[in-house]
């Protein structure tokens, strides 16, 4: 079946330091890839997507790009700000079934210091 | 645009009990999506609706179950509680059940189970 492997949290780093959050996935047809973001207390909220192989999607600074020969959608970010500190998932969407179905990672926990 | 809302916020429930949770997604969207997020498990795909039918479920016991009614607000129920059913549970609405769909999340139920 489909799965997403993420990297192990959690993460610290100092304001303005590069953020790179690893994400590999395994699909049985051609998956929509999407990074979420969860602020403490809420729930989550869409950062970035891409549909097809090359995609790149970029949101607030953040940007993943859809590599299919690796199977991967790593998350970057050139410089980090205190109020990036969240919980990031990665996810795929993919409806060979006929029918949507997500599979999220585990999430990663990104804490900035100022 | 109003964005996802659930009800309750927060629960309390006592071993044996049964619980509804609502949740009402976007105006017009037609998909409505269910997880349950521990810190152990992260995030657990329970079951899709979309346009009343139960079009995918995941891997959680017959004691939870869902219902989704013409207006495309959702129920889910847990009957007979277990300790283990404490978590934050979140509903999730899109506009179709295609690949690329973005998924809207609510800010989740809280529950505990004592």
């Known amino acids: 079946g489909d799965s997403v492997t993420q990297m192990e949290g959690p993460v610290t780093l100092s304001e303005e330091a590069f953020l790179t959050i690893n994400c590999t996935y395994t699909?049985?047809?051609?998956?929509?890839l999407f990074w979420y973001v969860q602020y403490p207390g809420e729930g989550l909220q869409l950062l970035l997507k891409a549909t097809k192989a090359d995609d790149k999607g970029s949101n607030k600074g953040f940007e993943a790009t859809y590599r299919k020969e690796t199977t991967s959608f790593h998350l970057e970010k050139g410089s980090v700000q205190v109020s990036d500190s969240a919980v990031y998932f990665c996810?795929?969407?993919?409806?060979?079934?006929?029918?949507?179905?997500?599979?999220f990672g585990t999430g990663t926990k990104l804490q900035v210091i100022p | 645009k109003a964005g996802v809302t659930q009800t309750p916020r927060y629960l309390i429930k006592t071993r044996g009990q049964q619980v509804t949770l609502s949740c009402s997604p976007i105006?017009?969207?037609?998909?409505v999506s269910w997880y349950q997020q521990t810190p152990g498990q992260g995030l657990q795909f329970l079951f899709e609706?979309?346009?009343?039918?139960?079009?995918n479920k995941g891997n959680f016991p017959g004691r939870f179950s869902g219902r989704q009614f013409s207006n495309s607000r959702s129920e889910m129920n847990v009957s007979t509680l277990e300790l283990g059913d404490s978590a934050l549970y979140l509903c999730?609405?899109?506009?179709?059940?295609?690949?690329?769909?973005?998924?809207?999340f609510g800010p989740g139920t809280r529950l505990t189970v004592t």
């Open positions: 609706y979309f346009s009343e039918t139960q079009r």
């Open positions: 105006s017009g969207h037609r998909s």
């Open positions: 699909a049985t047809g051609y998956p929509s």
């Open positions: 999730a609405s899109s506009l179709d059940s295609g690949r690329a769909s973005e998924q809207y």
């Open positions: 996810a795929l969407t993919d409806s060979s079934g006929g029918y949507q179905k997500v599979t």
